[in-house]
């Protein structure tokens, strides 16, 4: 059994709301647009296992550091996880063919800053965009979602919703 926590869109601010959230998880993916090279590495540093790919708004540092696609296995679940992927019947046209290849049981992406969590019954395969956790963008909330992988199941999958912080960050 694997808890995992999974974010998106930090655009470089990381609220301690969200790593209180993901105390108890064993991982935390991040899928695209850290924003900054910080938000990496305090990730890194505070959970015992990280990934993450870029986003379309990460600079080369993030790039050379994190892939832009990543496929792996979870307890005995096939990941794949990018940023710009789209979602069930509306997925991106280069993420498709990819999809059909790895058969994956879990497909997460972010880029959209909506929290999405939906079933593919042609593929077989559950698809997490956990949303936006920064304050960059056009969403009214905050958010990031935590789960269990047991197995090849996904469990107890929990959404949180922060407000929205407006102004200059420090």
Same mark, same amino acid.
């Given at each position: ?14 609220? $301690?709301?969200?790593?209180?959230? +993901?105390?108890?998880? %064993?991982? *935390?993916?991040?899928?695209? @647009?850290?924003?900054? &090279? =910080?938000?990496? $590495?305090?990730?890194?540093?505070? +959970?015992?296992?990280? %990934?993450? *790919?870029?986003?379309?708004? @990460?600079?080369?540092? &993030? =790039? ?7 496929? +792996? ?98």
């Amino acid at each position: 059994m694997t808890k995992i926590g999974v974010l998106s869109d930090t655009h470089g601010s990381l609220d $301690d709301k969200i790593l209180d959230f +993901f105390k108890d998880c %064993r991982e *935390v993916w991040h899928c695209g @647009d850290f924003g900054s &090279i =910080k938000v990496a $590495d305090l990730l890194e540093e505070r +959970f015992e296992i990280f %990934r993450g *790919v870029y986003g379309n708004i @990460d600079d080369y540092l &993030i =790039k050379r550091t994190y892939p832009g696609i990543l496929i +792996f296995e979870c307890e005995k679940l096939r990941v794949v996880l990018t940023h710009i992927g789209g979602y069930p019947g509306h997925y991106e046209p280069k993420i498709l063919p990819l999809l059909y290849k790895e058969k994956p049981g879990l497909f997460l992406c972010g880029h959209s800053h909506i929290a999405k969590v939906m079933y593919d019954a042609k593929l077989q395969c559950l698809h997490i965009n956990p949303g936006a956790a920064g304050n960059q963008g056009f969403h009214r909330v905050r958010t990031a979602m935590r789960f269990i992988i047991e197995g090849k199941e996904i469990k107890n999958l929990e959404i949180i919703e922060l407000e929205r912080k407006y102004g200059i960050e420090s």
